[in-house]
């Protein structure tokens, strides 16, 4: 949990720009559409620009040089490749200079099931993968998919996975209530991991208001869409 030194009203626009993980995930997207976006993202100076693995050669032009850098989502939106196909994702993409961190779906399926050691298990190898190369890696949970007991349940397999951070959502979930990176799961988090590991929320951050929220108290990261971003950061289009 970051320790604040003063309030998100109060930060300036790069500060708060440097919260958001720039989400350009969207399978239909063109070549075109995602460069921009990939531009967009490093001209306001986000974290980075999360984007599929399959683009990082086409993206990583436009964040050489800059403050923004990549960070690949691995095994999206799913989660449910094995563990070796997870591990060579994470490898190819880590590799890269200009990727800051690499996401990675838990298998929210396991976890449901109960499996929480071998979920655990699961994302010790991801998260070897992505350190041996020096990367931070978060891990997805897909939170709406789950009930609390087993929100906190698998925020410790994270957590004793040695991932870096924990994160709320893939954003294309279908077929259950969507809260995403609500307030009150994103204090679940907090409460569960402690100083273990950080926290990333994203699904449902489509306010400035919500995200200023956020940053108050005290998360680290968050995943914001392309059309909200400039909503969140208050910039007139």
């Not at 967009?40 to 599929?52: E, F, P, S």
């Not at 997870?86 to 996401?103: C, F, G, H, R, S």
């Not at 298998?107 to 979920?119: A, M, T």
């Not at 400035?208 to 208050?234: A, C, Q, T, W």
């Amino acid at each position: 949990m970051k320790k604040l030194t003063k309030k998100a009203a109060d930060m300036t626009l790069a500060e708060l720009a440097s919260y958001i993980d720039y989400s350009v995930l969207k399978p239909e997207f063109t070549e075109q559409e995602i460069i921009d976006l990939t531009k967009d993202g490093v001209k306001l100076g986000c974290a980075t620009i999360c984007i599929n693995p399959g683009y990082m050669d086409l993206c990583e032009p436009y964040v050489k040089g800059s403050k923004t850098m990549l960070c690949p989502v691995t095994d999206f939106p799913f989660g449910t490749s094995s563990t070796a196909s997870k591990v060579a994702q994470i490898e190819l993409v880590a590799k890269y200079d200009t990727v800051k961190e690499v996401d990675v779906v838990a298998n929210f399926g396991l976890i449901r099931s109960g499996k929480y050691d071998e979920v655990t298990k699961d994302l010790k190898a991801c998260a070897e993968a992505a350190h041996k190369y020096g990367r931070e890696i978060k891990a997805i949970l897909e939170t709406d998919a789950l009930t609390e007991e087993q929100i906190r349940k698998a925020c410790h397999c994270v957590a004793d996975a040695g991932v870096d951070f924990v994160k709320t959502s893939t954003g294309f979930l279908t077929g259950h209530e969507l809260k995403g990176a609500a307030p009150e799961v994103i204090q679940i988090l907090m409460d569960e991991v402690g100083d273990q590991c950080k926290v990333k929320g994203s699904g449902c951050i489509r306010s400035r208001e919500h995200f200023l929220k956020l940053i108050d108290m005290g998360i680290d990261r968050m995943g914001v869409g392309y059309k909200s971003v400039p909503v969140v950061l208050n910039l007139k289009k």
